[in-house]
Each structure stands twice: as structure tokens, then as C-alpha cells.
């Protein structure tokens, strides 16, 4: 079994919006037995009391337009713990790159990746600046399909 933590900055848009796509894809395919699948933050900023903010609305719209649900979902920090619970973290740009080898005090097993790179190489740009939530989806859909085909032909 493939465990994969999506990473944003926030885990309010970019993260849980491939989290919850990555899960429609291996849904669709039958093959959800195959993969734990989870997304988190570098930062605490979504985080108060303990409690995480649940996904950006407009992102959870974005998804509900294509029919996907990401109902529950709050903001959690990734943590030090996680790099033994998770075989690959998947970032969405070279800033949370940075941070999680940063959490984890280094990368000695490789585990940190670019979403993109998977792709067409180039970084998710964050829509909580800039609004484009549907272009953020299809960059975690082309990000998230490219992906799963790299993760099922490496078996």
C-alpha cells in the first residue's frame, strides 16, 4: 500500500483539492485498496485551538463542480512523525518544498516531490492570492493523473 500526503501552505485549497482528486481517480479506477491518501500544512495559519479551518469554500465549490466531495476535511500541520508514516509527500510548489525538508530536518529517503514534476514540471500557483480556482483544478488534475500513472507503471 502507497501512502501519499499532498502538502500546501495552508491545506485549505491547493492540498486538500489534490487529496480529494487523487481520490476520485483511484475511485474511479478501482484501485482505492492501493493508497492512503491525506494532504496537510506547512504552516499553522489555518490552525486555531487546535482545530483546523475546513476547506476554502471556493475551492470546495470548485470540486463540487466536478462532482467531488471533500466534506469533513480540515486543515492539519504536517508534522516530523509524518516522514515514517508517508512514503511520498507531494508539494505544490518549490516553497512548501522547501518547508516540509525544512519540518523534517531533510530529505534522506527522497521523499519530497513537486506535484508538477510529475507533469509538465512548473509550481500550482496558490488561488487564495490570485482567485483562478478552477485553474488551480486542472493543474492538480493534470498533476494528479500524471501521478497515479507514474505511481501504477512503477509497479
Known amino acids: ?39 496537510s500544512a506547512t504552516s499553522s495559519d489555518e490552525i486555531y485551538m487546535g482545530v483546523g479551518n475546513p476547506v476554502y469554500p471556493p475551492a470546495k465549490e470548485d470540486l463540487k463542480k466536478h462532482g467531488i466531495s471533500c466534506e469533513g476535511k480540515r486543515a492539519v500541520q504536517l508534522t516530523v512523525k509524518d516522514y515514517e508514516k508517508y512514503d511520498l509527500f507531494v508539494c505544490m510548489d518549490n516553497s512548501n518544498v522547501k518547508n516540509t525538508i525544512r519540518i523534517f530536518n531533510g530529505d534522506p ?5 513537486l506535484l508538477l514534476d510529475y507533469a509538465c514540471g512548473g509550481e500550482v500557483a496558490d488561488p487564495w492570492y490570485y482567485g483562478h480556482f478552477d485553474k488551480t483544478y486542472k493543474d492538480v488534475l493534470t498533476g494528479c493523473t500524471a501521478l497515479l500513472g507514474a505511481l501504477e507503471e512503477s509497479e
Open 109 to 113: 529517503q527522497n521523499k519530497v516531490k
Open 1 to 39: 500500500m502507497k501512502r501519499i500526503m499532498f502538502v500546501c501552505l495552508g491545506n485549505i485549497c491547493r492540498s486538500p483539492m489534490a487529496e480529494f482528486v487523487f481520490k476520485d481517480l483511484i475511485k474511479k479506477k478501482n484501485i482505492e485498496h492501493k493508497y492512503i491518501v491525506a494532504s
